[in-house]
Each structure stands twice: as C-alpha cells, then as structure tokens.
C-alpha cells in the first residue's frame, strides 16, 4: 500500500477526465430519477475461465456494444479503466486488465473516500461507473445502489443484476448470451482481435443475418420490352397508356 498522498494522486491521473458513461443496449434513457427496482437474470453453461479472462470478456462485450475503447467499470470495489485502443488482441487485452488490476489493488482506497476526495456531493460514487463486474473470488462488495448493470460470472454462470427502469428482462437476456458466446469463442482463440469474436449464437446469427435478410425474389427470365408486348397480345382491347384525357 502506497501513502495516501500518493494513493490519491494515482487516482487522480487515472479518472482525469471522468470516465465516459458506457452506451449500453437499454431499452429506455438514462434518468436521475429512475427508480432503485433491480432484477436479475441467470445464464448456465458458461464457460470457466480465470477472473481476468472473464473480465477481459465482458469489457470486450461492452467495446463491441459501444464502439468505446475507454472503459471504465466498477470491480471488486474499485473503478476499473482499461483501454481498449490499438484493436487488441483479446490476450492483450487480458494482459491489460490484469495490469489494472495490480494497479488498483496497490493503491487501494475505500469508494466513498475516493469518491469524497475527488468528486464531493451524493452522487460521487455512482459518477465513476454506471457498469460493474464481479467473480466469487472478487464479489460485488461495497459497489454502488445505483449501479445500472453488474454481472457476476464464474463456476459455470453468469447473474446480471440490473435496473428494471432501464432495462427490460429481454434484452438483459440477449447481454447474457452475448457474453456466453463471445467468452467461449475467446477462450478458443485468445489470438484473435477482440473485434473479431463471436457476440451471436449459431441460432440468433441464422436468425439475424439470414432470415432477416432473406429478401430474394423471382425476376422474370423476359425483358421488360417482351412483357409489355405479351400484355398487347392478352389484352388487345386494354388500355395502354393515359395522357390527360387522352388514351
């Protein structure tokens, strides 16, 4: 543990400027006056993975989401900002957050002193981040009321816990699979670009890029020419053309 001159100082470089709210897919606007109702939604059959990779995972689900390479999220009672700039690979990006992590935990504080020191008035804490990540061996202690989304992941799934005035069941439940598909296609190719990895199922990829695209139509073989003179011969007696009052 560093002196507390030094501990704030660390912590003035690091959210100098604040941290940017993170564009997350609600499905209604942010409010100062949302209410505190949360819910949460569980997803099995996730894969494990060490805590960094697993974090790792969700900052690049939050990058994929944002387009954002400035990520700031609450972890094990801490504001976390890592970069995501310069297109990492999702090892890089690994190495990244384990950095942070070091980081943090050396210069370790209480949130609400942090909170008390850099930003004064209620609100302080809630200003550093909106979104948060926990683990069993990293809990959600000492976070925030007011945080917007938290997902726990570890030991083969992943909770979210999220504010029912922003989001609804729905849509936390595509986050989840989200971040199911795209731990497990990071796990299997950690070399590869966090912007190339998988967000979408084999049955929500079907669904959205080709049932949903599936616009084809039969073009008739003749030309356009051909077709008009097909309509003369079966409809000789038919109107072809009006101009005014004339026919």
């Known amino acids: 543990m560093c002196g507390s001159e030094e501990v704030l100082a660390y912590w003035r470089r690091l959210l100098t400027p604040l941290p940017q709210e993170i564009p997350l ?23 494990d993975a060490p805590d960094s990779v697993l974090l790792a995972a969700f900052l690049t689900l939050l990058h ?14 801490l504001p976390l900002r890592v970069s995501l700039e310069h297109a990492p690979s999702f090892r890089e990006l690994e190495s990244r957050v384990e950095q942070a992590r ?18 004064p ?5 809630a200003a550093f981040f ?9 809990p959600a202690d000492g976070l925030p009321d007011r945080v917007d989304l938290l997902l726990e992941a570890g030991e083969g799934s992943v909770r979210a816990t999220y504010a029912t005035a922003l989001f609804d069941g729905a849509a936390v439940e595509r986050v989840l699979g989200h ?11 950690p070399e590869a670009p966090v912007g190339s990895l998988a967000l979408m199922d084999e049955d929500e990829y079907r669904r959205v890029v080709l049932d949903w695209n599936a616009t084809g139509h039969g073009v008739p073989a003749a030309t356009w020419p051909e077709l008009f003179a097909e309509q003369v011969r079966s409809r000789p007696g038919a109107v072809a053309l009006v101009f005014g009052t004339r026919s």
């Open 64 to 77: 994929r989401y944002s387009g954002a390479t400035d990520l700031t999220v609450g972890h094990d009672g």
């Open 102 to 119: 070091r980081d943090a935990e050396t210069h370790r504080v209480p949130l609400d002193l942090l909170a008390g020191e850099l930003l």
């Open 121 to 125: 008035g209620p609100d302080g804490e």
């Open 25 to 47: 897919p609600r499905d209604r606007p942010h409010a100062p006056a949302a209410g505190p109702e949360r819910r949460t939604r569980v997803l099995s059959h996730v894969p």
């Open 130 to 138: 909106g979104t948060a990540f926990a683990t069993a061996a990293r």
């Open 179 to 189: 971040y199911r598909t795209l731990l497990a296609d990071a796990v299997a190719r």
